[in-house]
Nanobody
Framework: QVQLVESGGRLVQAGGSLRLSCAAS????????MAWFRQAPGKEREFVAA????????YYADSVKGRFTISRDNAKNTVYLQMNILKPEDTSVYYC????????????????????WGQGTQVTVSS
């Protein structure tokens, strides 16, 4: 059974940093791209960042480019999201997800391209 467990979310002041982790089990995740999405109350779930199965390429939403960094450790089946210079508008529940395609070269940036999701971790940025 595939399971994704996010951690690391908490309350932080604007300008601060957080690192989110997503531990995966039940599958060989090293063959699949992984991504972070976020969803604020009353809004659609939106793409934040993604990383290819090898870790060789990364993709970011314009709103987080230059502030967030996605990485992965395939030996630990874990993906990370380092978030710096946090802003109040980054407040959301953050979800990690695993892509449905095997070793794809074009990583999707919409939620429809992912078929496994974690339960989410709350990030709150105070002004």
């Amino acid at each position: 059974q595939v399971q994704l467990v996010e951690s690391g979310g908490r309350l932080v002041q604007a300008g601060g940093s957080l690192r989110l982790s997503c531990a995966a089990s039940g599958r060989t995740f090293s063959n699949y791209a992984m991504a972070w999405f976020r969803q604020a109350p009353g809004k659609e779930r939106e793409f934040v960042a993604a990383i290819t199965w090898s870790g060789g390429r990364t993709y970011y939403a314009d709103s987080v480019k230059g502030r967030f960094t996605i990485s992965r450790d395939n030996a630990k089946n874990t993906v990370y999201l380092q978030m710096n210079i946090l802003k109040p508008e980054d407040t959301s529940v953050y979800y990690c997800a695993v892509e449905s395609g095997w070793r794809t070269t074009v990583v999707p940036q919409t939620k429809g391209g992912y078929n496994y999701w974690g339960q989410g971790t709350q990030v709150t940025v105070s002004s």
